[in-house]
């Protein structure tokens, strides 16, 4: 899986908007765009996935740069509970008989200040 | 729905001793993965089944580390013998099957090797 690159931490006010970077510079055409968050002392939780076209969910929104090198994860409106490390992760489509597990960095580290 | 269950949650062993760590993925979950996240990293992929049988171990150190999930559905993972860089937190995830879109991740055991 291609390389992804996230800033190790970032910080934000409780009730603002906040905007996740990633660049995955080498990212190849049939590359999904997966983010998954890690609350303290849970295991990694699935938020959005992509492959070009901006996405949304109940929990977020993913925006895909037209050139497909970079994205950012949006969080409209951050909550003490958002307060989580952020992974942004590359997942080729999978074309059967393979492994297809997910390839993990060190993610961004989010901060919610009250 | 249930999530992934995993045991115990904490276990502190002494270097040279052995452990095991069991885990019951959601129901009907016929692809299972473990991971290893060592404290400040993302988590790495140790091992992945579907149903019974494996289907990537490259990064599973196997001259101390084994796995199985006979009846394809609960499975154990076991160090023998544990070394201290074997601190980790354990993580268990399942997923429908294989190139499903995403993992659900049991909260994790956390081993100290002292």
């Known amino acids: 899986d291609a390389k992804t690159t996230q800033p190790n931490s970032m910080e934000s006010n409780e009730e603002e908007p906040v905007h996740l970077p990633c660049n995955h510079s080498?990212?190849?055409?049939?590359?999904?765009i997966h983010w998954y968050r890690q609350l303290p002392s849970q295991g990694p939780e699935y938020v959005i996935h992509?492959?070009?076209s901006n996405v949304n969910n109940r929990m977020a929104s993913l925006a895909i740069a037209e050139d497909r090198k970079s994205s950012t994860l949006i969080l409209h409106r951050a909550t003490l509970r958002d307060a989580a490390v952020y992974y942004c992760?590359?997942?080729?489509?999978?074309?059967?008989?393979?492994?297809?597990?997910?390839?993990f960095g060190k993610g961004t580290h989010l901060i919610i200040q009250p | 729905e249930a999530g992934v269950a995993q045991s115990p949650r904490y276990k502190i062993i002494e270097k040279r001793q052995s452990v095991a760590f069991w885990c019951n993925p959601i129901?009907?979950?016929?692809?299972l993965y473990w991971y290893q996240q060592i404290l400040g990293q993302g988590p790495k992929l140790l091992i992945q089944?579907?149903?019974?049988?494996?289907?990537?171990d490259s990064q599973l150190p196997k001259d101390r580390f084994s796995a199985e999930r006979l009846k394809g559905v609960d499975s154990t993972l076991k160090i023998q013998p544990a070394k201290l860089e074997d601190s980790a937190v354990y993580l268990c995830?399942?997923?429908?099957?294989?190139?499903?879109?995403?993992?659900?991740f049991g909260q994790g055991t956390r081993l100290t090797v002292v």
């Open positions: 995830a399942s997923s429908l099957t294989l190139g499903s879109t995403e993992a659900f």
């Open positions: 080498t990212i190849s055409g049939t590359d999904y």
């Open positions: 992509g492959l070009t």
């Open positions: 992760i590359l997942r080729g489509v999978y074309s059967g008989g393979g492994a297809d597990g997910l390839t």
């Open positions: 129901s009907g979950h016929a692809t």
């Open positions: 089944f579907q149903n019974n049988g494996v289907v990537d």
